[in-house]
């Protein structure tokens, strides 16, 4: 039996299955072949025990015995301590994947959220649609050299940054096919149809429980 808990809604609506970030730690875990087990906190009532464990009343957490992380960043990084696969053990390759990481939530993902959700609500004009567009042609232009982003190999860097950029809204938006390639070829890895084969299933079971 493993210590790795990775905790996640008990249900989600259908949006945004397939999304929730709880997949990016199942991810991670299926690449490293780590064992884990999935618990649940109440999607509808997010009481003072969630609150006490993630300030802000979301997931994912991971438990490592003792030890409770909140942030699927800090997460991720935890998992790459433990496995080679996920982070390289030289100091230039594990700088930078800890660099593509940290570019991939603070650099990217700062910006594509806000956008999509802007868009989602149905903002009549989108204000943050420059300053993303800006973000994607960087990325574009850096991923026409190369396959991956660190260390010269599939890192958590890739895992992080496939996960912000695979988001429908932000995939569809514009022309970017070296960007395109990137996100076809990491989401085709059997870790990641794993993990997200495994979220769907999770959310569909909650579903036939509510029913
Ligand atoms: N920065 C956080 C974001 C977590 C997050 O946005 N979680 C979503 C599910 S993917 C959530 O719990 N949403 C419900 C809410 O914000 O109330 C992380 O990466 O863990």
């Given at each position: 039996?493993?210590?790795?808990?990775?905790?996640?809604?008990?249900?989600?609506?259908?949006?945004?299955?397939?999304?929730?970030?709880?997949?990016?730690?199942?991810?991670?875990?299926?690449?490293?072949?780590?064992?884990?087990?999935?618990?649940?906190?109440?999607?509808?009532?997010?009481?003072?025990?969630?609150?006490?464990?993630?300030?802000?009343?979301?997931?994912?957490?991971?438990?490592?015995?003792?030890?409770?992380?909140?942030?699927?960043?800090?997460?991720?990084?935890?998992?790459?301590?433990?496995?080679?696969?996920?982070?390289?053990?030289?100091?230039?390759?594990?700088?930078?994947?800890?660099?593509?990481?940290?570019?991939?939530?603070?650099s990217i993902?700062?910006v594509t959220?806000?956008w999509w959700?802007?868009e989602?609500?149905?903002?009549?004009?989108n204000c943050l649609t420059g300053w993303m567009q800006s973000r994607l042609t960087h990325i574009e232009r850096?991923?026409?050299?190369?396959?991956?982003?660190?260390?010269?190999?599939?890192?958590?860097?890739?895992?992080?940054?496939?996960?912000?950029l695979?988001?429908?809204k932000v995939?569809a938006f514009g022309d970017r096919?070296?960007t395109?390639?990137?996100?076809?070829?990491?989401?085709?890895?059997?870790?990641?149809?794993?993990?997200?084969?495994?979220?769907?299933?999770?959310?569909?079971?909650?579903?036939?429980?509510?029913?």
């Amino acid at each position: 039996m493993s210590d790795l808990i990775i905790w996640t809604y008990d249900w989600v609506p259908e949006g945004p299955r397939g999304f929730v970030r709880d997949l990016r730690l199942r991810w991670a875990c299926e690449e490293a072949g780590l064992a884990y087990a999935v618990k649940t906190l109440p999607f509808d009532a997010r009481g003072p025990e969630h609150l006490a464990r993630q300030p802000f009343g979301q997931v994912p957490l991971l438990s490592d015995g003792q030890l409770d992380l909140f942030e699927s960043g800090a997460g991720l990084l935890h998992l790459a301590r433990k496995s080679e696969m996920l982070m390289p053990r030289d100091a230039s390759g594990e700088a930078q994947a800890l660099q593509w990481t940290i570019a991939a939530l603070n650099s990217i993902e700062m910006v594509t959220v806000p956008w999509w959700f802007l868009e989602i609500t149905g903002a009549k004009e989108n204000c943050l649609t420059g300053w993303m567009q800006s973000r994607l042609t960087h990325i574009e232009r850096t991923l026409q050299g190369r396959d991956w982003l660190a260390g010269g190999r599939f890192t958590v860097a890739d895992l992080l940054m496939a996960d912000v950029l695979r988001v429908p809204k932000v995939r569809a938006f514009g022309d970017r096919p070296a960007t395109e390639a990137y996100i076809a070829r990491i989401t085709d890895r059997p870790a990641f149809k794993q993990a997200h084969a495994a979220q769907m299933a999770h959310f569909a079971a909650a579903d036939a429980a509510r029913a």
